[in-house]
């Protein structure tokens, strides 16, 4: 696979040094193509490769998100990453590892270009908008293997593409449609500073979550929204009323009674686009 002359590749070296002194990016792996990055890091994970393991490829051809869903992205244009994640914390935390990258795709987008300013917002569980349509999705997933427990978390974050099928016209975007820019942007730029604030979060899993929380409810797509949502096969109508203090949907049912989703298999707003 060749890129675009005006497209730039993902630099390992330059991701490295970027990442120096943070406990994400002592390893950094760039592949041309891959099945799926996470699978990668799965493997490499049972195999017992360490805590800050980066993957990055120009292309998946099996990416996957929640539900097995497929993740499609153009080569090379896209940001398609995976995480080796050992958090040194009781694993009934681990779970909070969603919201973390959540808020760090934000933040990197917000901070991309501070004059433009972007509104990213989280449409819970693991996805992220801007202006209403997705830009990014998030998949964490917990493994044994090598003799201990391990996450992977992948990312898929639209970075370039400016073009999408029609069934995903109307539901998708890119940080370079929302920017306007007639040119590439560069995915270096914005890996460099996910990492970064993703390595940041994650040393808040326990009496620093509260904030975190607090910045997710500021940045809330869904909440004041009506919804569906499929829990354990069974439809739950409502409106989004909060986030609790673990960063579960509070959602007030259409009967007047309260309900907390811990996970669903899928959240619809009523009228909107999901």
Request: no cysteine; net charge neutral; aromatic share 6%.
């Given at each position: 696979m060749s890129l675009a002359p005006e497209y730039t590749a993902l630099q390992p070296r330059r991701l490295t040094t970027a990442l120096a002194g943070h406990a994400l990016g002592t390893e950094v792996q760039v592949h041309e193509t891959l099945p799926s990055t996470s699978d990668h890091v799965r493997d490499l994970g049972s195999a017992g490769y360490p805590h800050g393991l980066v993957v990055l490829a120009e292309e998946q051809t099996a990416g996957r998100g929640r539900r097995e869903n497929r993740w499609s992205s153009p080569p090379g244009q896209d940001l398609l990453l995976s995480v080796l994640l050992r958090p040194e914390v009781k694993m009934d935390l681990w779970p909070r590892t969603t919201t973390f990258a959540a808020l760090a795709i934000c933040r990197a987008i917000e901070s991309f270009n501070p004059q433009l300013n972007l509104q990213p917002a989280i449409k819970w569980p693991n996805d992220v908008y801007l202006n209403d349509r997705k830009v990014a999705g998030i998949l964490a997933e917990t493994?044994?293997?090598?003799?201990?427990?391990?996450?992977?978390?992948?990312?898929?974050?639209?970075?370039?593409?400016?073009?999408?099928?029609?069934?995903?016209?109307?539901?998708?975007?890119?940080?370079?449609?929302?920017?306007?820019?007639?040119?590439?942007?560069?995915?270096?730029?914005?890996?460099?500073?996910?990492?970064k604030h993703l390595d940041h979060l994650l040393s808040r899993y326990d009496e620093h979550y509260p904030q975190v929380v607090d910045e997710v409810r500021q940045r809330s797509w869904l909440l004041g929204k009506k919804l569906t949502a499929m829990v354990d096969g069974t439809e739950v109508r409502g409106v989004a009323a909060t986030l609790n203090a673990e960063g579960h949907l509070v959602v007030q049912r259409e009967d007047g009674s309260v309900m907390t989703l811990t996970s669903a298999e899928q959240v619809r707003p009523v009228g909107l686009g999901s």
């Open positions: 493994f044994t293997g090598g003799g201990s427990a391990y996450m992977v978390l992948g990312i898929g974050l639209n970075v370039n593409t400016t073009t999408y099928p029609p069934e995903l016209s109307q539901q998708a975007t890119s940080i370079r449609l929302a920017t306007g820019s007639s040119t590439p942007l560069d995915r270096n730029t914005i890996a460099i500073s996910l990492l």
